[in-house]
Each structure stands twice: as C-alpha cells, then as structure tokens.
C-alpha cells in the first residue's frame, strides 16, 4: 500500500499542527480586512478519516458536503434561501 502524509500518529499530529498554525494566519489576516469573515471547518476533520479522502489529508465527498453545510449556516439569513443542504 502507498503511504500517506498522515500515516502515523506521529506524522497527524505534525500535520494538524501545521494546518493549526496556518489557519491562525488566515484567520488574522482575513479579520483584518473590514468585512471579511472566516469560516472555521478544522475541527470537521478531528474525530478520524472518515471524512477525509484516501489520502487522509483533504476532505472527501462527505467532507465537503460538511463544509459547504458549515459554510451555508455561516451566511446570513437573507442569503439562505434555499433548503438547507444535508451532508
């Protein structure tokens, strides 16, 4: 079988530190610009795999399904006009 980025315990905790790190940068830059908002979709993806791809690192179809439904509750109430979307 091939490896992962994340096939160790290891190797995810690494990676979620990472991606930890890089999404306390988007979100300073992002809420420094007037307007601007920032949806958080980390913690979609730390209960295990199941919502990842075979790479264990980006979302499958149900993790994205998790993030557009995530994203979709972000958005104000004028904006969700049509039936929420079910992952």
């Known amino acids: 079988s091939g490896s992962s980025p994340s096939g160790s315990s290891h190797a995810r905790m ?3 530190s990472v991606i ?17 908002g920032l949806v958080p979709t980390f ?3 730390q209960s ?3 919502n990842l791809a075979v790479d264990q690192f ?11 439904e995530r994203i979709y509750q972000g958005l104000p109430a004028t904006l969700r006009a049509t039936p929420q979307l079910k992952p």
């Open 48 to 50: 295990g795999v199941e």
């Open 43 to 45: 913690d979609l993806f």
């Open 14 to 16: 690494r990676i979620a």
């Open 58 to 68: 980006h979302p499958n179809g149900k993790g994205y399904a998790l993030i557009a």
């Open 20 to 36: 930890a790190r890089w999404n306390a940068l988007v979100q300073e830059t992002a809420l420094s610009f007037p307007g601007v």
